[in-house]
Nanobody, 121 residues
Framework: QVQLVESGGGLVQPGGSLRLSCAAS????????MGWYRQAPGKQRELVAS???????MYPNSVKGRFTISRDNAKNTVYLQMNSLKPEDTAVYYC???????????????WGQGTQVTVSS
């Protein structure tokens, strides 16, 4: 099994910055794509950023130029640097990892427990 633990959420004023971290642990054979999603009250979960094992990244237009995803493969950790935050960025942020726990196992998408990000003055 693979466990993901997020950290770094909190309250920030509009225009401010936060950096989220997500560390994977447990029985890990390989991790392919990793990502960050968010879910605001009454809305569906949406992709915020993704990064492949080869460090190719993707962002929706809503965060492009403000958010940056990165990963440290040696630490099995993914980061999300969020700048120029807006009130509409307020949500619970979840990290994901497409991982295999053993060579013979299929790839599963694992999820973290979520961390609250609130952008408010």
């Amino acid at each position: 099994q693979v466990q993901l633990v997020e950290s770094g959420g909190g309250l920030v004023q509009p225009g401010g910055s936060l950096r989220l971290s997500c560390a994977a642990s447990g029985t890990i054979f390989s991790i392919n794509a990793m990502g960050w999603y968010r879910q605001a009250p009454g809305k569906q979960r949406e992709l915020v950023a993704s990064i492949t094992s080869g460090n190719m990244t993707m962002y929706p237009n809503s965060v492009k130029g403000r958010f940056t995803i990165s990963r440290d493969n040696a630490k099995n950790t993914v980061y999300l640097q969020m700048n120029s935050l807006k009130p509409e960025d307020t949500a619970v942020y979840y990290c994901s990892a497409d991982a295999k726990s053993r060579p013979s196992n299929p790839t599963y998408r694992y999820w973290g427990q979520g961390t609250q990000v609130t952008v408010s003055s």
